[in-house]
Every structure is written in structure tokens, then in C-alpha cells.
């Protein structure tokens, strides 16, 4: 059995064939945790676990859709060439979403600085309504007791300031930072979640030295498809095999053992 600890299975990436794709998962013995990034696909994830086996989910709000006027963007197409609307963070609907039994955890939540304001002013503006947000979730996570799934790009330092005055437990997802920054967030109690990025960072360090009871393995589908797969290839759950492959080659372990490992792992921080 293998866990991907962070799909998106209700974007519209999948709209026209999310049956097979869940299907071909299920056949494989895969656990998914569906993400959601916004109240809509939050909602989604919700509606598609509750129908599914084998399938939970997570909801929250994605550092990119926090509703401002401090900068328009439109995301690139590995990001999905969406133009994020921007919503206002609503604790009360997301709590009701979490009344489900197949919610299990609050994600994707974070800090994201890598599209930015150009101005000094309106950057700490920007900043500010990042971190006030992401508080306003980790509470919300700590008042149903459940564990976090962290979003951190170009943000370590401040992302890490907020983490480290709360007892909270999570995994950072995507992980692409140093093995010294991975270690203080295992010292937080937080698992370091890792995907295809690998086929494009040199996350070599930190994988071997990383112990293996605190790695979660994910996906993070439609985007970061293995290159095992193909380049242009859409990402799915099944292709997470590819993820536990490279770190048993890098550790120098059995497929078996990352597998094992990182499926504990997972129902240990998610409770499933």
C-alpha cells in the first residue's frame, strides 16, 4: 500500500476522466489525501472522499487566493494558468466542511512570496495579509485537533517565527529548502513531504538525511509529474511509486521499506 499525502483530484484537470483516474489508484492499493486550495475546491475534496474509497480530505486556503488589491497576477502554465480570484477567509465555512468524517487534516495553508508586489510598502502589506490568514487556519486547525498541510515558498523565515510559537503537527508540503531547515521543522514535530520536485531540485542532502519517520510521500497531481513518466505528461496518484523509488535509491533501501515506512507515517499524522 502506498499514501499520497497530497492530490488535487478536484481540480478541473481531471473533470473529464476522475473516475478512471481514481480507479486506477484504487486498483494499485493507493490512499489519497485530495487538497483543496480555496472554499470551492475545499468543498470538492469533501464531496469526492465521502464518495470515494480510499480517498480523504483536506481543506483550507491557499496563500495564492487570499483576496487583495496589492497584486493581480495570473499563474504560469505549470502553475495552471488560472488567474486567482481571491476569496475572504470564512472560519464558519470551513468549519461546517470539516463536520465530515473524511476530513482529516486543514490544507493547503501557508506563505507564498514568490509572486510579489514591487514596492516596498505594498509588499509588507502583502506579507501581513499572508501570515494573518495562515494564522486565522492554524487556529482553526487547533480548535478541531487537526494536523496541518503546510505551503511554504520563499517564506521559510517567517513561515517558521509563526510555527514555532504553536504546538501544532503537519507536514510541509513540497519540500525544497536545506537539510538545516528541514531539521528545525522535524524539531517542530512536522513531517517533510517530498513529490517529483525531486526530478528537478537537488533534494539529495536532504532526503538521505532525513529519517525516514518523518518523510511523507505525495504527488501534489495534476502538477510535478515524475520524469519517469514523461515531461508533459498530467500527474496522478499511481505515479507517487516513482517518488518512493528515488528516495529508496537515494537511501539505499527497498522500495518495500520507503513504502511501508511513509504509509505508517501518514496514518499517524492523518488518523486514517
Keep these: 500500500m502506498l499514501t499520497d499525502t497530497h492530490s488535487h483530484l478536484n481540480f478541473k484537470a481531471y473533470d473529464v476522466d476522475r473516475g478512471e483516474v481514481i480507479k486506477r489508484a484504487q486498483k494499485e492499493g493507493i490512499v489519497c489525501i485530495d487538497v483543496g486550495t480555496k472554499y470551492e475546491t475545499s468543498k470538492r475534496a469533501v464531496e469526492l472522499a465521502e464518495s470515494s474509497e480510499g480517498i480523504f480530505a483536506a481543506i483550507g486556503m ?4 487570499i483576496k487583495t488589491d496589492l497584486l493581480k497576477l495570473k499563474m504560469d502554465e505549470e502553475e495552471g494558468a488560472f488567474r486567482p480570484l481571491g476569496e475572504e477567509f470564512d472560519k464558519e465555512k470551513y468549519k461546517k466542511l470539516a463536520r465530515s468524517k473524511k476530513v482529516v487534516a486543514i490544507g493547503e495553508i501557508g506563505l507564498d512570496y514568490y509572486y510579489k508586489p514591487k514596492t516596498t510598502a505594498r509588499l509588507e502589506k502583502f506579507k501581513e495579509l499572508q501570515k494573518k490568514v495562515f494564522v486565522e487556519q492554524l487556529e482553526l486547525a487547533e480548535e478541531l485537533s487537526l494536523p496541518v498541510i503546510v505551503h511554504c ?3 521559510f523565515a517567517d513561515l517558521y517565527e509563526i510555527l514555532k510559537a504553536r504546538k ?3 507536514v510541509i508540503h513540497c519540500f525544497t529548502g536545506t537539510i538545516e531547515e528541514a531539521q528545525q ?3 517542530l514535530g512536522f513531517y517533510i513531504g517530498i513529490n517529483g520536485i525531486i526530478d528537478k531540485l537537488d533534494l539529495k542532502d ?3 538525511k532525513t529519517p525516514l519517520d518523518r518523510i511523507l510521500v505525495e504527488t501534489d497531481c495534476p502538477y510535478l509529474t515524475p520524469l519517469a513518466e514523461g515531461k508533459d ?3 496522478e496518484p499511481i505515479f507517487v511509486k516513482h517518488v518512493v523509488q528515488k528516495i ?3 537511501k539505499g533501501i527497498s522500495f518495500d521499506e520507503v513504502a511501508l515506512a511513509t504509509t505508517k507515517n501518514a496514518k499517524k499524522l492523518f488518523s486514517i
Design 62 to 65: 491557499h496563500p495564492i487566493h
Design 153 to 155: 515558498r520563499m517564506a
Design 168 to 170: 501544532l503537527r503537519g
Design 185 to 187: 521543522y522535524m524539531d
Design 206 to 208: 536532504v532526503i538521505i
Design 233 to 235: 505528461k498530467r500527474n
Design 248 to 250: 529508496a535509491n537515494l
